[in-house]
């Protein structure tokens, strides 16, 4: 029963690379929630090694790449709150790793509720974040 299940239901998503080149269909890699100060650097080097070895045509970095302490109204975790720049200059040399492996892949940011939304909402004074994006 295990094994057809698996035939059925798990082995049609696997990477196969013989079906992107015969069939002419793209590769995306995701990434979420990666949280900058909270980053697990094991999973962030097997990432790595993913794009490295599949070479993707999509790298999609889907949310809460950054978290935002700096700016959230939540509680702060002790000894992991970072300074916005900091986030910012963290996630650009996230980005600019993943650059350097597939120079070629279209990589794609997605908001999360922890980073670029918490610069669209407004603080506990009525006033917004943008003005605190730098360029990335």
Known sequence: HSTRYQ???FL???YDPSQRESKGT???LIISDTHTGFLEPFAWWSFLKACKEMDPDIIICNG???EGSAISRHPKVPGKVMKLQDEFDFAR????MLRRICPDAEIIWTAG???LDRLESPDHRGQG???LVPRL
Not at 93 to 96: A, D, P, S, V
Request: charge should be negative.
């Open 64 to 66: 809460d790449i950054i």
């Open 7 to 9: 035939a059925e239901n």
């Open 12 to 14: 049609p998503y696997v």
């Open 113 to 115: 509720n922890h980073g």
């Open 129 to 131: 974040f943008n003005h």
């Open 26 to 28: 793209e590769l995306a």
């Open 93 to 96: 040399e996230m980005f600019t």
